[in-house]
């Protein structure tokens, strides 16, 4: 994660992925301008590190000029095209490839575009790096396209805020704050299924609980069902990779979401760096481990009168009770200690009723 000026902006696109996709539209280039002796325009500030990667990649004759306007402020476009300037070579009848950093609302290639076929261009291409479709308000066809974003502000490779970023060499999308997303834990009879769904209600929350994105995955025989049940038949755990992967599918089924609660994962550090890693590829971040506290003697309790009734076999056995709490000592321990470091691990009292335990678990998250 990097600040720029007063905002936070986090990893979204690589630099080898950027390479790749340069590569791509400049095979397209190449092999439909081969005889043209095209004259590639940038549109400055944000596409000169483009400009530059485009041209070292064009194989056969070219020129190369720069155009200047600007219709962004801070990181809200302003739908204000100004004045074009830099634009003194002779057009006519010239095949002309603008060369673009991004493009979304396409004022600036609105206005651009009709100048060059106003100056006698025979032919007007345009290539851009990245591409926003939902904000794309023209009918001008886009020739090349690097990457299609959602509608997010990027900083990078060209991109700047407010004159910052513009040389990183990887992209940076803004940090979205306004989402919550808890790892939420409890030691057995805890409530933890009961207070999941309240919180989930409450706050608007998609619950992601591991157990059943697994069982869903293996049930639908899905690629990553299929390859967890191939280890699980071996009697060998399932890697990380599988998890994070399911985990991924689940976060992309809810693009919309206003956070998540993720019950029943991470169990290791190396698990919570994957889904911080995940979550950071989202724009956003874990808010807090939030876990409730209750005595082992009270849990005991708890669980030897729900096996009066649940039919569970390791809710009617005190060893195997106790066995099952202290195993879940043992893994939180673990992540208790990495989020605490991170200033993000909260302890719940969960003894009392219910609507007692949601209040406190309520207050704890809307000081996030």
Avoid: W
């Avoid at 010239?94 to 609302?105: A, H, N, P, Q, Y």
Wanted: net charge negative; proline share 2%; charged share 25%.
């Amino acid at each position: 994660m990097i600040k720029l000026h007063d905002l936070q902006f986090v990893p979204f696109i690589a630099e080898d992925e950027i390479a790749t996709a340069i590569d791509r539209v400049s095979d397209q280039l190449n092999k439909e301008l081969s005889d043209k002796k095209p004259l590639f325009i940038g549109v400055l500030n944000g596409a000169f590190m483009f400009v530059s990667e485009v041209v070292k990649r064009f194989n056969y004759d070219c020129e190369v000029s720069f155009v200047k306007f600007s219709s962004y402020e801070g990181t809200k476009t302003t739908h204000e095209v100004k004045e074009l300037i830099g634009l003194n070579e002779k057009l006519t009848g010239r095949t002309v490839v603008v060369l673009e950093d991004i493009i979304d609302t396409g004022n600036t290639i609105a206005l651009l575009s009709e100048t060059l076929k106003d100056k006698g261009c025979s032919d007007v291409k345009i290539a851009t790096l990245f591409f926003k479709p939902e904000a794309y308000t023209k009918e001008i066809n886009i020739d090349y396209i690097g990457f299609e974003i959602p509608n997010k502000f990027i900083v990078g490779y060209g991109l700047d805020y407010d004159g910052l970023g513009r040389n990183l060499t990887q992209v940076y999308q803004l940090k979205s704050n306004n989402m919550t997303n808890l790892v939420l834990f409890g030691p057995p009879g805890a409530g933890k299924g009961t207070q999941a769904e309240v919180l989930k209600q409450k706050y608007d929350l998609v619950h992601i609980s591991t157990g059943d994105v697994f069982r869903y995955n293996i049930k639908n025989a899905t690629d990553l069902g299929t390859l967890a049940k191939s280890y699980i038949d071996k009697g060998q755990l399932v890697p990380d990779e599988v998890t994070i992967n399911m985990l991924n599918a689940e976060v992309d089924k809810n693009p919309n979401a206003k956070g998540f609660i993720f019950d029943g994962f991470p169990r290791t550090e190396a698990q919570a760096d994957s889904l911080s890693e995940l979550l950071t590829s989202k724009g956003t971040e874990v808010s807090a481990m939030v876990a409730l506290e209750v005595d082992d003697e009270v849990l005991v309790q708890r669980l030897l009168e729900r096996g009066k009734t649940s039919g569970r076999a390791d809710d009617a056995d005190e060893g195997v009770i106790r066995n099952r709490i202290k195993v879940y000592y043992d893994e939180t321990a673990i992540l208790k200690n990495y989020y605490q470091k991170h200033d993000k691990y909260f302890g719940v009292d969960g003894v009392g009723a219910i609507e007692e335990i949601t209040e406190r678990l309520s207050s704890t998250i809307d000081k996030l």
